[in-house]
């Protein structure tokens, strides 16, 4: 059964998220500018290396259920938000899990890494289906858009694709760092003022020290 922290923690989370999702505050990525670098995910990975996974669960199906009601072309659009978020939580959970004995930075460089490469190699094939099969007119949009921006002539092609999927995970790549880095400063932040309280200390450092806060 769900404790009340772990309940409370992953809904709070999934609040600040949803605040950050509807503020005029994410950063269109240029060569494909329909794709946004949003702050609303750093809520998502301060509720895992906060708390835990279980309650960065909750804040990203919370998260990823309001979206699908008032969130903008639904069901597409939170879909493949949901799929980044969750397969970079996952992917950071079993490459922090691996190296958890060696250390805090181990388990940040470990969970950096593979939750990186999950999300890439999901996003990759999520944006495939979305570009050939359910939405062909969006990659015509997509390398017209990125012809633009390189200068270029792009086809609709293999060369086309070859180009979108790149810059597809280039972006992927950049949104981790974006997310990761805040989320670790406002962490860090967090435990030396002591705003949760002199006892409280992230997931992330309690799993590397082996000391389990109840």
Same mark, same amino acid.
């Given at each position: 059964m769900l404790s009340t922290r772990t309940i409370t923690s992953g809904a709070s989370m999934a609040a600040l998220a949803l605040i950050l999702a509807f503020l005029p505050l994410s950063i269109p990525f240029p060569p494909i500018p329909y794709l946004r670098i949003d702050p609303a995910e750093i809520p998502v990975f301060i509720s895992l290396l906060g708390f835990g996974p279980l309650p960065a669960l909750i804040t990203n199906m919370v998260y990823y259920f309001v979206l699908l009601a008032v969130g903008e072309f639904t069901p597409v659009g939170? &879909? =493949?938000k949901f799929l980044a978020v969750a397969s970079s939580l996952l992917g950071f959970w079993l490459g922090s899990r691996m190296v958890y004995a060696r250390g805090f930075k181990p388990m940040l460089?470990?969970?950096?890494?593979?939750?990186?490469?999950?999300?890439?190699? &999901? =996003?990759?094939?999520?944006?495939?289906?979305?570009?050939?099969i359910l939405f062909p007119d969006f990659f015509s949009l997509a390398t017209a858009l990125l012809g633009a921006f390189l200068g270029v002539d792009i086809s609709s092609g293999q060369a086309g694709l070859f180009l979108v999927m790149v810059f597809t995970a280039v972006y992927n790549v950049l949104h981790m760092g974006f997310s990761l880095i805040p989320t670790i400063i406002l962490l860090k932040a967090i435990q030396k003022t002591r705003a949760l309280g002199s006892k409280w200390t992230p997931w992330m450092i309690q799993t590397s020290?082996?000391?389990?806060q109840s």
């Amino acid at each position: 059964m769900l404790s009340t922290r772990t309940i409370t923690s992953g809904a709070s989370m999934a609040a600040l998220a949803l605040i950050l999702a509807f503020l005029p505050l994410s950063i269109p990525f240029p060569p494909i500018p329909y794709l946004r670098i949003d702050p609303a995910e750093i809520p998502v990975f301060i509720s895992l290396l906060g708390f835990g996974p279980l309650p960065a669960l909750i804040t990203n199906m919370v998260y990823y259920f309001v979206l699908l009601a008032v969130g903008e072309f639904t069901p597409v659009g939170p &879909t =493949m938000k949901f799929l980044a978020v969750a397969s970079s939580l996952l992917g950071f959970w079993l490459g922090s899990r691996m190296v958890y004995a060696r250390g805090f930075k181990p388990m940040l460089a470990a969970g950096t890494f593979l939750g990186t490469v999950l999300r890439v190699l &999901t =996003m990759t094939a999520a944006n495939y289906v979305v570009l050939l099969i359910l939405f062909p007119d969006f990659f015509s949009l997509a390398t017209a858009l990125l012809g633009a921006f390189l200068g270029v002539d792009i086809s609709s092609g293999q060369a086309g694709l070859f180009l979108v999927m790149v810059f597809t995970a280039v972006y992927n790549v950049l949104h981790m760092g974006f997310s990761l880095i805040p989320t670790i400063i406002l962490l860090k932040a967090i435990q030396k003022t002591r705003a949760l309280g002199s006892k409280w200390t992230p997931w992330m450092i309690q799993t590397s020290t082996g000391k389990r806060q109840s």
